[in-house]
């Protein structure tokens, strides 16, 4: 039988299922809701050894593990290359139809397809990270309650001895101590689970070459170092650096027409964390003397912005190098 090629658009509660052959023939199209069994039927009539592809959307990780399970070879389709919202006309059908086709013609836009050891990671690490952003709310509104008080901060960083102290002996009105009370207890559960995470997170990377390897870098901790392995994952998809920053978004836009070529901001289309992660090392003179050298330098005629963003791409160039080694042999000359 000729190899066939699955489309399917999935949705949170029901999918869209395109069968084709090697010719572009629709051989079927099937409507499903989104159970393991009922997609397993929808693709038991393509055989083992089909291409099937889906849309790396909202939670896709159990479909893209079961169609594997099943001897699929599954591939996944990266949204931001599709550019599905210009069309005048779309349809689920007609996603799925085209999903087919790109993958039959070797034009899909691929995503990659991370391992679930690598999946529970991110888990743990993008959890961390939305812990502490909340955390920070929590913080902000402390802050608000004390200024409709007309109470001023008596330390910069309220949340260490002498703030805490300040907080203990505020007398406020009925509503406003019971809200900061509630923060208070709010924010020190998360400060539990924010430590819980980390404790795991660390104890799923000790003995990861690279994850110890970066942590070299000036500005580079167990936090950061811990987002630059979750989500980068496999180094060895990378084949260079440049690749690499090119698919964190972190170098400049190139279109290019004829003899005209403009070359703008960065692309931004890629991991979000993994380039706050990189801006983040290096913000506030960190980075190391070659660094913080070579921000001061590109500052100096191109501004602050740009050359933060260049540093961190040249950061980012280094991490590469401590994952795919295991050391970074250009430290001494590069940091």
């Known amino acids: 039988m000729d190899r066939q090629y699955v489309g399917i658009d999935l949705h949170r509660r029901r999918s869209v299922i395109v069968r084709k052959d090697a010719n572009g023939e629709v051989l079927a199209k099937t409507h499903i809701t989104n159970e ?3 997609l397993a039927a929808a693709v038991a009539d393509a055989g083992p050894g089909a291409h099937v592809v889906l849309e790396a959307t909202y939670g896709w990780y159990w479909a893209a593990d079961l169609l594997q399970d099943l001897g699929l070879d599954v591939h996944l389709a990266a949204p931001s290359g599709l550019n599905w919202g210009s069309r005048r006309v779309k349809t689920d059908e007609r996603d799925a139809v085209d999903l087919a086709d790109m993958l039959r013609l070797g034009r899909l836009p691929e995503a990659w397809i991370a391992p679930p050891a690598t999946r529970e990671l991110r888990e743990l690490v993008r959890h961390r990270i939305k812990l502490v952003s909340l955390r920070t709310g929590l913080k902000a509104q402390v ?8 109470v001023l901060p008596a330390r910069v960083e309220m949340w260490g001895p002498g703030g805490t ?3 203990d002996s505020l007398e406020l009105p009925d509503a406003y101590a019971r809200r900061l009370d509630s923060l208070r207890r709010l924010i020190a559960n998360i400060d539990d689970e924010v430590a819980q995470a980390q404790v795991e997170i660390h104890r799923r990377l000790r003995g990861d070459r690279g994850y110890e390897a970066i942590q070299h870098l000036n500005g580079v901790g167990q936090v950061l170092a811990a987002v630059f392995v979750a989500e980068i994952g496999d180094i060895h998809r990378f084949s260079s650096p440049k690749a690499l920053c090119s698919w964190a978004g972190i170098t400049p836009r190139h279109h290019q ?3 005209t070529l403009h070359r703008g901001p960065v692309t931004k289309q890629g991991s979000r964390l993994v380039r706050w992660a990189a801006v983040e090392a290096v913000a506030r ?5 070659k660094l913080v050298a070579d921000y001061q330098r590109i500052a100096a005629n191109r501004g602050r912005f740009k050359a933060r963003v260049a540093v961190a791409r040249k950061l980012l160039c280094l991490v590469y190098y401590g994952m795919r080694d295991g050391e970074i042999r250009a430290l001494r000359e590069a940091v």
């Open 165 to 167: 102290a300040q907080l």
């Open 143 to 150: 802050h608000a309650v004390m200024a409709k008080n007309g």
């Open 257 to 259: 027409s004829d003899t």
């Open 285 to 289: 003179g960190r980075g190391g003397p």
């Open 36 to 38: 393991p069994a009922t």
